[in-house]
């Protein structure tokens, strides 16, 4: 199936070029590029050599062999020289995207002596007395460790730890941009189920929750069940539930659009991994009835379970798919109201959807090459969303996690409940009044600053109001108050070494 090459941001690229314009215009320096299929973002003139300017030309490209190419046409221009080729998502990534500052400035002995030793000592003395009170005394009140083993990234698969790091590195830079959560890249080197258990439970004093990433199914199920279970702290895969939040988000605000209610509409979704079975269990949550789910060997049914399939796969063949259907997804798209796929890229053809109910709603979720075509699914669908920033109605899950931890590190919750998921989706779809909606705009944009704080109040509420929302003890995490602080044991003189 033929692919669609669109230019990116993620693939942009600067070429400073040496022009003799006797030889070659300017202007014919940016239609050689432009006829390549790139697009031209900018164009400085920075310099001049003898009689040749310095030009830098700055444009998106759709892959590494775009970037490649547009080299060699410049190369080929008579009076051209390219001196230097620039990547632009490389250069932001030299020596990491992450630092650790302090809070204060240590400027005198003083300072240092409060910071460190020895009067560091009488907070730890605190600690040890009542350690809850590391919520309000450290970091723990507002730190998430995200942890990965790099064995799912998106787009890619298993490549390891080392290689994710970025991946961590910039969702460390979302938590704090967005929600204001200070998030700590936690990579590890192994894949061993009961080791990433251990290693998880043997660094969790230090932090508030935990945000598991781009672990393969059916391992994160297991690693997050066990570690809600064993953790006094939230664990979160976002994989699975910060998309499934932004897609209820999505698809309420669709629903409305089209004049459905989510328990009347017939909804497939193409993979249930991770993120597929996530999605199932909150549409649920929020009212769905009829969900058909398919996997690579077509529909989930409960009149199709084998021994050896495992335990989540068969829990979506038992509770989905009431209507017994079975066969490939483009047979189980007929009729259909929703179709949702967090699968693979070109699966379909957008022919494949004229045979969906009227009004139909497509979220073409794979990343970086959607299930089908967006732009030709238009012609068959009323609403069309991505996972991806080049078309409108980008399902993103950076609408989610930082508001989200926001309000559960603010209210010191315990365990992440699907209410609060469900909570929190419903606060994003909020976030657009119903007279602003639009085929095109059904989910707000990711600076959106309005949507952190909306997710983050809807938290905070829920685990106020709802009985079964488990909270941190509030009085033992507080911090001390001065009166109370007079009162601590008198440490300076004890010697730290």
């Not at 390219?82 to 250069?91: E, G, K, S």
């Not at 799912?152 to 080392?162: H, Q, S, Y």
């Not at 109001?465 to 440490?491: G, N, Y």
Request: proline share 6%; aromatic share 6%; glycine share 6%.
């Amino acid at each position: 199936m033929p692919t669609t090459n669109y230019t990116s941001p993620s693939y942009t690229a600067s070429y400073r070029i040496l022009l003799d314009e006797s030889a070659t215009t300017l202007s014919q320096v940016v239609n050689a590029i432009a006829d390549t299929g790139a697009s031209i973002k900018g164009m400085d003139v920075v310099g001049q050599e003898e009689e040749r300017i310095k030009v830098d030309v700055t444009a998106d490209t759709s892959d590494s062999e775009h970037r490649r190419k547009i080299s060699e046409v410049l190369a080929a221009l008579p009076g051209v020289e390219l001196r230097t080729v620039a990547d632009q998502t490389f250069l932001l990534h030299i020596d990491g995207k992450i630092e650790m500052r302090p809070k204060f400035p240590i400027r005198n002995r003083d300072d240092l002596s409060r910071v460190y030793t020895p009067g560091v000592a009488r907070v730890c003395q605190a600690l040890y007395d009542e350690p809850r009170k590391a919520y309000g005394l450290t970091m723990k009140s507002n730190s998430v460790a995200v942890l990965t083993d790099g064995t799912a990234v998106l787009g890619m698969g298993d490549i390891g730890p080392t290689a994710a790091l970025p991946v961590m590195e910039g969702k460390a830079v979302l938590f704090k941009q967005f929600g204001n959560v200070d998030a700590w890249p936690v990579v590890v080197d192994t894949k061993d189920t009961e080791e990433i258990i251990r290693i998880a439970k043997a660094i969790a004093p230090a932090y508030g929750g935990i945000n598991l990433e781009d672990i393969s199914a059916p391992r994160c199920f297991e690693i997050e069940r066990r570690l809600k279970a064993e953790l006094d702290i939230p664990v979160f895969h976002d994989d699975q539930h910060g998309t499934a939040v932004v897609c209820l988000a999505a698809l309420t605000n669709a629903l409305k659009l089209v004049d459905k209610k989510i328990e009347d509409v017939r909804i497939v979704v193409s993979g249930v991994g991770a993120a597929g079975s996530a999605i199932i269990k909150l549409l649920q949550a929020q009212g769905a009835r009829d969900i058909v789910g398919y996997g690579r060997t077509g529909a989930l049914t409960a009149d199709e379970i084998t021994p050896d399939m495992n335990a989540d796969r068969r829990w979506l063949a038992e509770n989905t798919n009431p209507r017994r259907v079975s066969g490939s997804l483009k047979d189980g798209l007929r009729d259909a109201d929703v179709f949702i796929g967090v699968s693979q890229g070109n699966i379909l053809e957008p022919e494949d959807l004229a045979v969906m109910a009227d009004r139909a709603i497509v979220f073409a979720m794979a990343n970086p090459t959607p299930e089908v075509d967006p732009v030709a699914a238009t012609r068959y669908a009323e609403i069309v969303a991505t996972g991806r920033s080049d078309f409108p109605n980008q399902i993103n899950n950076v609408l989610a996690f930082p508001g989200l931890f926001r309000g559960i590190l603010d209210a010191k919750v315990s365990e992440i409940t699907t209410e609060l998921l469900r909570v929190a989706a419903v606060a994003i779809a909020n976030a657009i009044p119903e007279d602003k909606l639009r085929p095109t705009y059904i989910i707000p944009g990711v600076f959106d600053q309005r949507v952190p704080r909306e997710v983050a109040n809807a938290v905070r509420e829920a685990a106020r109001t709802l009985p079964h929302i488990e909270t941190v003890d509030q009085e033992s995490a507080r911090p001390l108050d001065e009166d109370e602080a007079k009162q601590w044991p008198d440490l300076s003189e004890v010697d730290q070494h």
